[in-house]
């Protein structure tokens, strides 16, 4: 039930611009975005509850396709501080309360 | 206010050797996770509590057992660790029933078994 996340790494340039997938094989109830930096806990970025729903976060937003169960994490003009690994996390309509994530994407923004 | 405190910080183990890692919430939150976090391998459930008195297991849940022994407190238990129990392992707490609320992790445990 664990996601799937992609791609594994991205190395970008200050300024660049990034999309991070996520994709389910069950039909999900909600996706969660969360950023880790190195030796800290992950850090909630936003929520998507319903398909067809985007929210934003600073320059960073989501979009969240309920048919295909997909999500998609847009980062626009990147900065240094957005380097860390983002993982989503999903929850099965069948599941319950039971918030599973994918292996995560390891994001390097340079200067 | 606290969030999620996660006791100890540090843990090394022998193999064979048991402990109770401790998790504690201060939001007056219905939910709560245990999660161990290895290299490469993400966030993995091992289990969790949708309210006060019930447990489930996640992904994960071999070589463990769990206590939700109030609203404000989880445990987790390694009955005899094993090297392959090495890892860092995340508490987290939501809201409410549902995973539709934000949820916050406490700083982790970092557990190595010899």
């Known amino acids: 039930q664990q996601p799937v996340q992609s791609p594994q790494a991205v190395i970008l340039r200050e300024g660049e611009d990034a999309v991070i997938n996520c994709s389910s094989s069950k039909a999900l109830y909600s996706v969660h975005w969360y950023r880790q930096k190195h030796g800290e806990a992950p850090v909630f970025l936003m929520i998507l509850l319903k398909g067809g729903e985007q929210k934003g976060h600073e320059k960073i937003s989501a979009s969240f396709n309920e048919k295909k169960q997909q999500s998609s994490l847009y980062l626009t003009a990147s900065q240094l501080s957005y380097s860390g690994t983002y993982f989503c996390?999903?929850?099965?309509?069948?599941?319950?309360?039971?918030?599973?994530f994918g292996e995560g994407t390891q994001l390097t923004v340079n200067p | 206010n606290a969030g999620v405190t996660q006791t100890p910080k540090f843990q090394v183990l022998k193999t064979g050797q048991s402990m109770t890692l401790q998790c504690a919430q201060d939001?007056?939150?219905?939910?709560m996770y245990w999660y161990r976090q290895d290299p490469g391998m993400g966030l993995r459930l091992i289990y969790y509590?949708?309210?006060?008195?019930?447990?489930d297991k996640g992904e994960v849940p071999n070589g463990y057992n769990v206590s939700r022994l109030n609203k404000r407190e989880f445990s987790l238990r390694l009955e005899s660790a094993a090297p392959s129990q090495t890892s860092v392992y995340f508490c987290?707490?939501?809201?409410?029933?549902?995973?539709?609320?934000?949820?916050?992790f406490g700083q982790g445990t970092r557990l190595t078994v010899v």
């Open positions: 996390g999903t929850e099965v309509k069948t599941s319950g309360s039971r918030l599973t």
């Open positions: 939001m007056n939150h219905n939910s």
């Open positions: 987290a707490s939501s809201g409410d029933g549902r995973m539709n609320t934000e949820a916050f």
């Open positions: 509590s949708a309210s006060e008195g019930t447990t």
